[in-house]
Nanobody, 121 residues
Framework: QVQLVESGGDLVQAGGSLRLSCVAA????????MGWVRQAPGKERELVAR???????DYADSVKGRFTISRDNAKNMVYLQMNRLNPEDTAVYYC???????????????WGQGTQVTVSS
């Protein structure tokens, strides 16, 4: 089995910063793209940022210049540094990763359980 476990969500004031972490644990041969998706109450899930296995990032326009995604392939971890947070960033943040459990076959998409980020004005 493979599990993604997020941490780092918290209540923060507008203008503040948070760092989210996600670790993929279990039988893992390699990880492909990893990313963060968020869902605010009453809204659809939104891709926040993703990063390829080679380290190339991609961001939603709403977070460009404020958020930075990074990863540690040796530890099967992905991070999201969030700066200059505003109330519109309030959401549950989910970690997502494509994972190969063996050297053959195709990658399977896994999701974490989510971590709450609340930004007060």
């Amino acid at each position: 089995q493979v599990q993604l476990v997020e941490s780092g969500g918290d209540l923060v004031q507008a203008g503040g910063s948070l760092r989210l972490s996600c670790v993929a644990a279990g039988r893992i041969f390699s990880t492909r793209d990893m990313g963060w998706v968020r869902q605010a109450p009453g809204k659809e899930r939104e891709l926040v940022a993703r990063i390829t296995s080679g380290g190339r990032p991609d961001y939603a326009d709403s977070v460009k210049g404020r958020f930075t995604i990074s990863r540690d392939n040796a530890k099967n971890m992905v991070y999201l540094q969030m700066n200059r947070l505003n109330p519109e960033d309030t959401a549950v943040y989910y970690c997502n990763a494509g994972i190969l459990r063996t050297s053959w076959g195709t990658a399977t998409n896994y999701w974490g359980q989510g971590t709450q980020v609340t930004v007060s004005s």
